[in-house]
């Protein structure tokens, strides 16, 4: 069973940094694309990065040049290093994957940032 569990939230000040993990079980990710998507109070569940099988990454707008999405396959890691943050980045951020027509997301966790 796909299990994926992030870790590395708390609170920081505004332009501080964080960096996210994420932890995937139950079988080999290496050939599956990887991403971290974020909700924020009162608001959608939101896209912020996604990494594919072969290290390729994509950003949101909102997060570009500010935020890298990194992958090791070995360990089955997917991170989210977290600069220069906003008060705007509070929210719980959550991974997931797609195999097939399925969808697998983990708890999340929360990442709150002081003005």
């Known amino acids: 069973q796909v299990q994926l569990v992030e870790s590395g939230g708390g609170l920081v000040q505004a332009g501080g940094s964080l960096k996210l993990s994420c932890a995937a079980s139950?079988?080999?990710?290496?050939?599956?694309?990887m991403d971290w998507f974020r909700q924020a109070p009162g608001k959608e569940r939101e896209f912020v990065a996604t990494?594919?099988?072969?290290?390729?990454?994509s950003y949101a707008d909102a997060v570009k040049g500010r935020f890298t999405i990194s992958r090791d396959n070995a360990k089955n890691m997917v991170y989210l290093q977290m600069n220069s943050l906003k008060p705007e980045d509070t929210a719980i951020y959550s991974c997931?994957?797609?195999?097939?027509?399925?969808?697998?997301w983990g708890q999340g966790t929360q990442v709150t940032v002081s003005s």
């Open positions: 990494i594919s099988s072969r290290h390729r990454t």
């Open positions: 139950g079988r080999t990710f290496s050939t599956l694309d």
């Open positions: 997931h994957l797609q195999l097939g027509f399925a969808h697998y």
